[in-house]
């Protein structure tokens, strides 16, 4: 799985004009699944999004994670990061899994989140989605497992 990871002031999704996540000071995860991802696979994602140190410590260091600041998580679904750009001038989405195996590595990521932190909202799966967040730094991480 691939995690496009950003440290947020604030992030929200919206769906047909309506706000269906937002989330104020975190993380704004978009999320893609690749053929091979397993449930593990997304198990061992979410752990390193939640432990992922990249907020300031007193000193302004990048030691704390989400847990210690109390953060808002925000997950999107979004394929497109699996898509083979490597040749051509049109993204080929063959590296993408397909619909029902990344809907339900998604779901299973998001209900792991939900019981494992207080602060989880998401996008809608298959839904045309527009993203506003203020990227904090900013700070942006490509994370795979």
């Known amino acids: 799985m691939i995690a496009l990871l950003q440290r947020v002031l604030e992030a929200s999704v919206r769906v047909d004009g309506l706000v269906v996540g937002s989330i104020g000071p975190g ?17 061992r994602l979410l ?18 994670d989400l847990r210690q600041i109390d953060g808002g998580l925000l ?7 699996a898509a083979d750009t490597r040749s051509g001038l049109r993204p080929s989405f063959s590296s993408a899994a397909p ?9 299973a990521m998001l209900a792991a989140a939900q019981a494992q932190h207080p602060k ?26």
């Open 27 to 43: 993380l704004l995860g978009l999320i893609g699944v690749r053929p091979t991802d397993t449930p593990d696979t997304a198990v």
């Open 99 to 107: 619909p029902e195996q990344a809907r339900g590595l998604f779901e």
């Open 47 to 64: 752990e390193r999004l939640l432990r992922y140190r990249i907020f300031a410590d007193e000193r302004g260091k990048m030691n704390l």
């Open 120 to 145: 989880v909202e998401s996008g809608v799966f298959g839904a045309d989605m527009q993203v506003s967040l203020i990227n904090d730094g900013p700070v942006t991480f490509w994370l795979e497992t």
């Open 75 to 81: 997950l999107v679904p979004q394929f497109t990061l």
